[in-house]
C-alpha cells in the first residue's frame, strides 16, 4: 500500500538550518561550571586553550545564546552530506505490529558512518581559521576517528588519533580508512606519551579506555607546536554542533505536523542523543511539550543509571578540567568483551544536569539484547546499523511494542547515529552465539568510584 | 559559498518513477535472440522456466514495452531505500579545478551497499508470487549476494549463495551479512554440485570465477523443489528493473533543466550501466540528444575492449542457454590479484549491440589507477567507494580534466553503484603500495577464445 506520508522525509538543502541550538539558553538550571583543578575555579578561556580551539572554548563558556548561526564554511561542509534521511519505519512498524509511530533520523550516510562528522567538520574548520596546523583526538570505536581524519583531509590539516587498543583490534579497516585520508593511528595506551607509558607500566595488559586515550590525545596536543586537542563528545560545544540533528528533525517533522511523544537516543558521552533533543528538550522546557526523553546505555559501562553525578576528570591521567557529570570514575575501564563504543566513563554535564533534574530518563541495555534488536531492525528496516545505534532501536522497539500491549498510537522518534560495517566482527560473534554479557559488579564499580577525586564539591 | 543548486538533489517518494524503461524497445535493431544450445533456434519460454522464475522469462522474452509498470509490492520494497540521492560533486570539481559539471546517482545507501538491490527486490517479489519456497545465486565480489539475501529476508524465502571462492576469502565480512539475513553461502567451487566437483578435479587449486559460480547455483536451482535461479546482471530483465536508476536520475535533473553530456558507468555485466543509461540512450537511439556513453571495465577482463561480439554460454558448465554478447570466453577466468568485481568474462546482450553498432563508448582502467581515483574522490567527496564504482569515477575524472584542457564546461554523470564498506583489505593494499596491475596477455585471452562454442552463427 501507498503510505500517507513518505518513507524517507528528505528535507532541501535549501530548508538545512542555518543556526545550532544551544540548549544550555533554555536551561533553568545551568551545568555546574567546569573547574580548574587546581584552585577549583571555573575554568577561564586562558586555562583551556593552550588546549582546544579558541572558538571552541568560547562556545564551551558562553551558554547564553539559544541560536548560534553556522558559519557559511561549515554549511558549506554540511552540504558535503546533509541533510540527512528522517525515516517513517514502516517496515518495522509492521513487523511489529504495533499502532505507534516510529521515526529515525539517519546520521549513516557518510563514510565515518556516523553523527561525528556534524562536530568534526566544525571543529576543523575553526582550528584551520585559527592558524593551526595539525589536531590529535581518540577514538574509541573509531567513528570519531574516522570522522576526524575526514574533516582533516578536507581542510588540510594533519591529524593523530589515539585509538583504544581493543577496538583498534577488533576493527583494523577503522583504521585503514584514517590513514586513506592520511591521519596517523596510534592504539593506546602507547609508548609515544608519558601518560601512556605510566599506564602500560601499571597494566601491561591492558586493552585500553578511552579516558586513557584521551590523556594521550592531549598530552600531544600541548606538547606539538601549532597543535591542538579535539573531542568528540561530553563537551557542551560538541553537543552544540550536534544540534544540527534536531534541528533538522525538527524541520522535518513539522513538514508533515508531526509531534514526537517519546525521544530515544544512545549515550556514550551524549553527542548524537544531546544534538538530536536539543531543539525538543528546548520546548519542554519551556513547557511548550510533554515529550519523554530516553537516553539508553550499555549495561556494561552505566554511567547514567550506576554512576554519581560528581565532579571528575574527563581523562584516566587527571589531565583535563573538572567537569560536574554523572560517571563512573575516570579510572573505570570497561569490559573488554563489549562490542561497541559508548564506553566512556562519564557523561555530557548538559545531559547529566538535566536527567538530574528529571528532564529525561534512562536505561541500560545488554549487548546480546541490542544485537537482536538490531538484526530485527536490518531485516526489515534494510540498514546495518552500529552496535552503539542499537541501544536505541531496543528501546524505540520496546515503547512500540508497549503501544501495542496499551494499544496507544505514540509518535516514537529516535536517532539511528551510525551503521555498523565496521562492526561486522560483532555480528559474527553475535551470529555464532559467543557474545557475551559483562555487567560490572558493585565492587568493580567502586573500583571506579575510588578515582573521582576528593574535593569539596564532592562530598 | 552557497551553490546555485543543491549537493543533493533529491526527488520526492511522490516523484519515484512507476515505470521501468525497456531500451530494447526503442533499439532500432534488437539484439540477437537467445539460443537454445542444442537446437541452436531461438529459445521459448517453456525453455528457460526450469531455471527463472516465470515473470523475470516473460520480460526477458518480451521486448516490445517501452515502459513497463512496476508493480505496487515492487514499488513498496523501492521505498525502503530509494529515491537515491543524485548527487552535485562540487568538492570534486574544485579539487580538479574543472569547468565540468559532475553528478553522480548514488545507489550505495542500502546494507547491500550497492544498485543491485534494484533488481534483488523484484527477482524474490515475482518468486514469492510464483509460489516459490526458495532461490539459488552466484555472487563475486559480493553486492548481487548480499541484495538477494536482503530481498529473500524481505519476502520470506530460503537462499543458496555460490561465492566465488577468492572473493569469499578476501571479504569474510560479506558473509557474515548475508548469513545474518539468512542465507546460506558456499565458496564456489564446491563440492555440493557436480559442476564444482568437475572444475575442482581439472584445478584444485582455483580461486573460482563467476562463470564458474552460475554453473553451481543453476544446478542447485533445477535439482530443488520449488526453487528457481536468479541473477544479478547480464540478462535484459536486470537491465529493466536497474532502469530505475536512470529514470530516477532523469526526474532529478529535469528538475533543474540540466542535459549531460557524457553519462559514464563501470560495466561487469552491465547492470547498473544499462540502468543508468537506459532512458538516456532512448533519447539517443531517437535522435532527440547527442549524449556520450562510456562503458569502464577493468583490464584484467576486458570483454567490451578486447573481446568479442558472438554466441557464447553464460556459464563455464556451459548450462545455459546461448547469448549474443562481448565475450572474453565461458572459460576466461580472470587474475585473482583482481580486487573488486567486474570479473565476468562476458556482457549484457543489449549493452553488447549498443557498443557494436557505435552508440557507445567502452574503455578499460588498471586497479592501480583505479583506486588513486578512488581515494581521490573520497577525500574531495567524502564517500568510500566501491573498487568496482571507480571504474566510472576514474573516467568522470578524465572526462572532466580533458574539460579542463579544453575550457569546455560539458556536463559528465556517471553511476556511483556502490560503497566500499567491505573492501577495505584492497584499500589497505593500496595503501601498502601492494597492489598490481595483471592484464591478460594475447595468449591468455586466446585460451578463453577457445572455449566460445563453434556454432555457425561465431563464424
Known amino acids: 500500500m501507498k503510505h500517507p506520508i513518505p518513507t524517507r522525509i528528505y528535507i532541501t538543502q535549501e530548508e538545512m538550518p542555518e543556526y545550532w541550538y544551544d540548549l544550555r539558553a533554555e536551561m533553568k538550571e545551568k551545568p555546574d561550571p567546569i573547574l580548574h ?3 577549583l575555579q571555573p575554568v577561564m578561556a586562558a586555562d583551556m586553550e593552550p588546549v582546544f580551539c579558541k572558538e571552541s572554548v568560547k562556545q564551551e563558556l558562553d551558554s547564553t545564546t539559544r541560536l548560534v548561526p553556522i558559519p557559511e564554511g561549515i554549511l558549506d561542509f554540511y552540504r558535503a552530506y546533509r541533510p540527512s534521511a528522517l525515516i517513517r519505519a514502516f517496515y518495522l512498524e509492521k513487523e511489529l505490529g504495533t499502532p505507534a509511530e516510529i521515526y529515525y533520523k539517519f546520521e549513516g550516510i557518510n563514510t565515518s558512518g556516523s553523527h561525528k562528522l556534524n562536530s568534526a567538520g566544525p571543529q576543523a574548520f575553526y582550528a584551520k581559521e585559527e592558524g593551526l596546523e595539525c589536531l590529535s583526538t581518540e577514538t574509541g570505536a573509531g567513528q570519531w576517528g574516522t570522522a576526524m581524519a575526514m574533516a582533516c583531509g578536507f581542510f588540510g590539516l594533519g591529524l593523530t588519533v589515539y585509538m583504544v587498543k581493543v577496538s583498534s583490534e577488533q576493527k583494523p579497516y577503522r583504521k585503514a580508512v584514517m590513514e586513506t585520508y592520511g591521519a596517523k593511528v596510534i592504539p593506546s595506551p602507547s609508548n609515544t606519551t608519558e601518560a601512556g607509558q605510566k599506564i602500560l607500566k601499571e597494566n601491561p595488559d591492558t586493552g585500553g579506555s578511552l579516558g586513557c586515550a584521551i590523556s594521550e590525545a592531549v598530552e600531544t596536543a600541548v606538547k606539538t607546536s601549532k597543535c591542538r586537542y579535539v573531542l568528540g563528545s561530553v563537551l ?4 552544540l554542533h550536534q544540534s544540527v540533528i534536531g534541528m533538522e528533525a525538527r524541520t522535518a517533522l513539522d513538514k508533515y505536523g508531526i509531534k514526537p511523544d517519546i525521544i530515544i537516543g544512545c549515550a556514550g558521552g551524549g553527542s548524537n542523543f544531546g544534538g538530536l533533543i536539543a531543539p525538543f528538550m528546548g520546548e519542554k522546557i519551556a513547557e511548550k511539550s510533554s515529550t519523554r526523553f530516553i537516553a539508553v546505555e550499555p549495561a556494561s559501562c552505566p554511567s547514567f543509571t550506576r554512576g554519581r553525578y560528581v565532579y571528575d576528570f574527563g ?6 578540567p573538572l567537569m560536574r557529570m554523572q560517571t563512573l570514575g575516570n ?3 570497561p569490559s573488554s568483551s563489549h562490542a ?3 564506553r566512556y566513563h562519564g557523561m555530557s554535564p548538559v545531559l547529566s544536569k538535566l536527567y538530574h533534574d528529571g528532564y529525561l530518563e534512562a536505561r541500560s541495555e545488554t ?9 530485527r531492525f536490518m531485516k526489515s528496516e534494510g540498514i546495518l546499523p552500529a552496535p552503539e545505534s542499537s541501544h536505541a532501536i531496543k528501546a524505540a522497539i520496546d515503547e512500540a511494542l508497549e503501544c501495542k500491549r496499551s494499544g496507544e498510537k505514540k509518535v516514537i522518534l529516535f536517532c539511528l547515529s551510525g551503521t555498523g560495517y565496521f562492526d561486522l566482527s560483532a555480528y559474527m560473534s553475535y551470529n555464532a552465539k559467543t557474545l557475551t554479557d559483562e555487567i560490572p559488579t558493585d565492587e568493580e564499580l567502586e573500583q571506579g568510584f575510588a578515582s573521582i577525586p576528593d574535593i569539596p564539591q564532592n562530598r
Not at 557542551?236 to 553537543?239: E, R, T, Y
Not at 581523562?315 to 583535563?320: F, G, L, Q, R, W
Not at 549487548?367 to 538484526?375: E, H, K
Open 37 to 39: 583543578p587546581g584552585t
Open 236 to 239: 557542551d560545544h560538541v553537543l
Open 315 to 320: 581523562d584516566t591521567a587527571k589531565m583535563t
Open 331 to 333: 579510572g573505570f575501564i
Open 340 to 342: 561497541g563504543g559508548l
Open 367 to 375: 549487548q546480546t539484547g541490542i544485537f537482536d534488536a538490531a538484526v
